[in-house]
């Protein structure tokens, strides 16, 4: 193994404290990758075991049995640390190297792995006692360290790299997704079988998908004013300006709400102060809270609130667009140019009008492009949200296909609703680029 001549210069370690931090980091996602391997292999074995072996009875875990698991995989993370370059050692930038910056032997591996036990037992005393702050019991008892790739690079041996697959990191993740793809395989119960031999049962429904009935596209559905709920719109047209206006607005409202909102929730207009940043975390967890809860479970709220129908679908998406257009404006407003905040400041400007003359001006073009994005993925949402009471186009399409088997023509009808819907959203999103485009 060839070497560069080390000038064994000064090299900068983490104090006590920082390194306990980034081990305890590196060691926490290694120690949580081998108990998800070990939970993966638990359910494997209950798998199999009560598929095939089924008249003993399901195989569980005692509990005594969780202990073992818990240390076994601790004893793996150990393992790990000490003699491989492991997932978590390598996301957080560290690796173990002998106090002369080489790569530990043998030996040293097996003393670090062995007096780890006793440093874990011993941390409290060896941490706030060492007279050495860089170095625990475990790396003064094998003389080896933990550094820092990027302090150490230019001391560490020149070694031929090899293939990633044949690295411990690369057999880890190939192990890591083998056994999720294996797992969920099973768990979401895909059957290749079912897929093939049940083909030709659905050829009538493919026909029909492939000649949609566009006989009621303006004209009145007899079956939906004889059987249909008042909330239905009474044609496909009727039911595609509903869902267009409920996405427009809905867009409107929430880009309008979400405009001074993004301002409170941008460090550099908040950070100026403790009460400023006390806004900004707030205003970015509400951000964050309502955006990732989805439209439609926003629409179950406001359906049980004003009842079903398109205003309840208008509530549902002007919710959600507040969150999801405040956070990408808000990130837009901490990204602009410096300079001319700092020149109108300097000018005698207050707050007001560094905010009307320096940042408005930078973020329109932007915040129009991103407004207009919304709009398409409110119209998608739209269709999907009146699946619970939301109103809109939607609802005939949800309304059709559970007329299937009643109605010779259900999947006729189905048809020409994903058709109008296919073509309308596309439409928009092309002529929505093509302004983005020109806005940017």
């Excluded at 299937?404 to 680029?433: E, M, P």
């Amino acid at each position: 193994m060839a070497t560069k001549q080390s000038t064994l210069r000064s090299v900068k370690r983490l104090n006590r404290f920082g390194a306990l931090k980034t081990r305890f980091g590196a060691f926490f996602v290694d120690w949580a990758l081998w108990g998800y391997v070990a939970y993966e292999i638990v359910y494997l074995l209950n798998r199999y075991w009560y598929t095939e072996i089924h008249f003993y009875g399901r195989l569980t875990v005692p509990a005594w049995g969780w202990p073992i698991v818990i240390i076994g995989t601790l004893e793996l993370a150990a393992i790990s640390h000490a003699f491989a370059n492991s997932i978590g050692l390598s996301l957080f930038g560290l690796t173990v190297l002998s106090q002369d910056y080489k790569y530990p032997t043998g030996i040293q591996r097996l003393r670090r792995y062995l007096w780890w036990h006793v440093s874990l037992l011993s941390l409290p005393i060896t941490l706030f006692s060492s007279d050495r702050k860089n170095k625990l019991l475990h790396d003064r008892m094998s003389d080896t360290g933990m550094f820092r790739i990027k302090d150490v690079k230019d001391e560490m041996p020149v070694t031929t790299p090899h293939a990633w697959y044949k690295t411990y990191r690369g057999m880890t993740g190939i192990l890591l997704i083998a056994l999720t793809i294996w797992v969920g395989w099973l768990v979401t119960q895909i059957s290749l079988s079912a897929l093939i031999d049940r083909a030709p049962k659905t050829a009538y429904m493919w026909k029909a998908l492939v000649t949609p009935d566009f006989t009621h596209m303006f004209a009145l559905d007899p079956e939906l004013a004889v059987n249909a709920n008042p909330d239905l719109p009474a044609s496909i047209f009727a039911g595609l300006l509903q869902s267009l206006f409920m996405a427009l607005l809905a867009t409107a409202l929430g880009g309008v709400v979400a405009f001074p909102l993004s301002f409170l929730g941008a460090r550099n207009m908040m950070g100026y102060s403790p009460m400023g940043w006390v806004v900004y975390w707030l205003m970015r967890g509400f951000f964050n809270i309502v955006r990732s809860i989805e439209s439609l479970l926003w629409g179950i709220v406001f359906a049980i609130w004003v009842g079903f129908g398109p205003f309840a679908g208008v509530l549902a998406l002007s919710v959600h667009t507040i969150a999801a257009l405040g956070k990408l404006y808000s990130e837009q407003v901490e990204g602009i140019d410096p300079g001319p905040l700092e020149a109108i400041r300097a000018a005698g400007g207050n707050r007001l009008q560094v905010i009307l003359y320096g940042v408005i001006p930078q973020i329109v073009p932007s915040f129009l492009a991103f407004t207009l994005y919304r709009w398409d993925i409110n119209l998608r949402m739209a269709t999907v949200i009146s699946l619970v009471g939301g109103g809109g186009i939607g609802r005939l399409l949800f309304y059709y296909k559970g007329q299937v088997g009643r109605l010779d023509n259900a999947w006729n009808q189905v048809a020409a609703v994903i058709a109008v819907i296919v073509v309308v959203v596309w439409f928009l999103d092309y002529l929505s680029g093509r302004v983005r485009e020109k806005i940017n």
